[in-house]
């Protein structure tokens, strides 16, 4: 479960919370008006996020690259890329 401050706790007190998450393991949620906002949490659980979205990424290019037989046009990419 994770621990829950104010935006102006989190100001006040973001040293603490920092070696709360970062020594304690902690996931500190932000609040503003009663809605958490943001969160603090420890590196291992930022990267282990990051290399899920990662597969997540790969799994769907996979997927299109099969629909495609592996090709795709420059004007099509350029389009679903919205560049």
């Keep these: 479960m994770a621990g ?3 935006t102006a706790e989190a ?18 949620l ?6 958490s906002v943001a969160a603090i949490v420890p590196l291992e659980d930022l990267e282990l996020l990051e290399r899920l979205e990662d597969k997540v ?18 004007e099509d990419a350029v389009k679903e890329l919205d560049l």
């Design 30 to 35: 932000i609040d503003r008006r009663g809605k």
């Design 11 to 28: 100001r006040s007190n973001f040293s603490d919370l920092v070696n709360r998450v970062s020594y304690g393991g902690e996931r500190i």
């Design 57 to 74: 990424d790969l799994e769907l290019a996979l997927r299109a690259l099969a629909e495609n037989d592996g090709t795709t046009s420059w």
């Design 4 to 6: 829950k401050v104010t």
